[in-house]
C-alpha cells in the first residue's frame, strides 16, 4: 500500500505513475509478484491502486486509515506523508510524534505488516524546506528507536536523493526524482521480501524494455578514437548481435590511439544506490580481442569518487579498475567471463552511474566486445 499525498499519487511524473513504476519494474526483476493497493488510482501501469491523496497532511490519511487497512490487508505500507503539515506549517513541530502514532496504529491494526516510512523530499519555499529538514531529521531517529525495540518498521532516506532542482514545480520530483524513489524503497524492501537471498539492487540484462539511459556518451577520454566508419570516439550502446542471457547486450568499441595514455569512460545507467559491506558488483564481458580485455564496468559515485580507484578486487584478487582487468590474464577472449567486485570498501557512499571503462595506458589498435547482466546486489540476506 503506497500511503501519502499527492507524491504517492505521483503528481509531478509525466505518466502520473510516480515512484510507483520504478518500484514495480525493480520488484519484478528481483521475481516478486506484486499487487498495489488502495482507493485511489493514478498512472497508466497495468496497476494504479494507491493510497494518494493530493493536498491531505499526517492527520487526515490518520482519520482514514483503519478502513483502508481492513479492506486491504497490506503486507507492506510504504508511508510518504507529512508535506503538506509542512507546507501549511500545520503543527509542524509535533509532526514526526503524529507520524509515529500513525506508524504504531498501522503495526497494531495489522499485526504482520512491515511499515517503510521515508524522508520527506526538499522543498523550494525556503521556510517550508527549513520545516522539512527538522522533520526529517527527528523522524530518522525515532524509526530507528522504533526498529531497535524490534518494531516492524524501516526507514528511508531520501535526502540527497532528490534535490530542489529536480521539483518539477517546488513541491513534487519529476520523472527522474521519481525513479531515485523507487529505487531506495526497493532497494529498502531486500530484507522484507528478499527471502535471504541476495537482492538486486540493480538488474539489467541490456533487454529492449531495459535499455541504457545513455548511448555513445562519453564522460571523460584521451588517446580513444572510433572503430571505424567515420566514428570519433568509444561507442557504448545495446546490440542484438551478441548476448549471454536474452537478445540484448552492451556493445563497446573503440581504437587505442596512443601508447602512453589511453582512456574512456562512457556513461550507461542513471542509478541512485546505496552501497554498504554487503554490496557486491557482478556483470559478464566477452572481450573480442586482447585490448578489450582493458575494460571494465565503473561506478561513478555521488561524491566523485569511483570504483575504479577505490583498490576493490574482483573474485580473483584483481583491482576493478580496467587496466588491471586487461593485464590480470582472468578474460578470456571470445568467450563471456564472469566478474564480480565485492563492493564493501565503498560502503556509506551511493552509487550515481554505471559506466564502462577501457584503460591501457601501453599499446594501441582496435578493441571491441560485449557487456550483459550488469547487477548490483544486496547480499546481505
Not at 32 to 37: K, M, N, P, R
Not at 234 to 262: F, K
Not at 266 to 283: E, G, I
Amino acid at each position: 500500500m503506497p500511503l501519502g499525498a499527492s507524491i504517492t499519487n505521483g503528481v509531478g511524473s509525466s505518466t502520473g505513475n510516480g515512484y510507483r513504476a520504478e518500484l514495480l519494474r525493480r520488484l519484478t526483476q528481483a521475481g516478486v509478484a506484486v499487487d498495489f493497493v488502495g482507493s485511489q488510482q493514478s498512472g497508466d501501469l497495468p496497476d494504479r491502486d494507491n493510497e494518494g491523496h493530493s493536498g491531505w497532511r499526517i492527520d487526515q490519511v490518520a482519520a482514514q486509515l483503519d478502513g483502508w487497512l481492513a479492506t486491504y490487508r497490506p503486507d507492506v505500507v510504504l508511508v510518504h506523508v507529512g508535506t503538506n503539515d509542512m507546507l501549511q506549517n500545520h503543527q509542524a513541530a509535533t509532526a514526526p510524534e503524529r507520524l509515529g502514532a500513525l506508524v504504531d496504529r498501522i503495526l497494531e491494526r495489522s499485526p504482520g505488516t512491515t511499515v517503510l516510512t521515508s524522508s520527506l523530499l526538499p522543498l523550494r519555499d525556503a521556510a517550508a524546506g527549513a520545516r522539512v529538514d527538522a522533520f526529517n531529521a527527528a523522524v530518522a531517529d525515532l524509526m530507528a528507536r522504533k526498529a531497535a525495540q524490534g518494531r516492524a518498521v524501516r526507514h528511508v532516506d531520501l535526502r540527497g536523493a532528490v534535490a530542489v532542482g529536480d521539483l518539477a514545480d517546488g513541491i513534487h520530483p519529476g520523472d527522474a526524482g521519481f525513479a531515485r524513489m523507487g529505487a531506495l524503497f526497493h532497494a529498502a524492501l531486500g530484507p522484507v521480501l528478499g527471502a535471504g537471498a541476495p537482492w538486486p539492487l540493480v538488474r539489467s540484462g541490456l533487454e529492449a524494455d531495459d535499455p541504457p539511459t545513455w548511448t555513445d556518451t562519453v564522460a571523460g577520454a584521451s588517446g580513444v578514437g572510433g572503430y571505424c566508419c567515420g566514428l570519433t570516439a568509444m561507442e557504448s550502446g545495446r546490440r542484438v548481435e551478441l548476448a549471454h542471457t536474452g537478445t540484448g547486450a552492451l556493445m563497446y568499441s573503440g581504437d587505442d590511439r596512443s601508447a602512453t595514455v589511453s582512456y574512456s569512460y562512457n556513461r550507461v545507467f542513471d542509478v541512485h544506490v546505496p552501497v554498504t559491506a554487503a554490496t557486491v558488483l557482478r556483470y559478464r564481458i566477452l572481450p573480442q580481442q586482447a585490448a578489450g580485455a582493458s575494460v571494465a564496468i565503473d561506478l561513478a559515485m555521488t561524491d566523485r569518487s569511483s570504483l575504479r580507484d577505490s583498490g576493490a578486487t574482483d573474485q580473483h584478487g584483481v583491482r576493478a579498475h580496467p587496466a588491471a582487468q586487461g593485464a590480470g590474464g582472468h578474460l578470456v577472449t571470445g568467450r563471456w567471463n564472469l566478474v564480480e567486485v565485492p563492493l564493501g570498501v565503498l560502503a556509506g557512499r551511493t552509487v550515481d552511474e554505471i559506466r564502462i571503462g577501457y584503460d591501457r595506458p601501453g599499446g594501441t589498435g582496435l578493441f571491441r566486445g560485449y557487456v550483459d547482466d550488469i547487477e548490483i546486489l544486496d547480499t546481505a540476506g
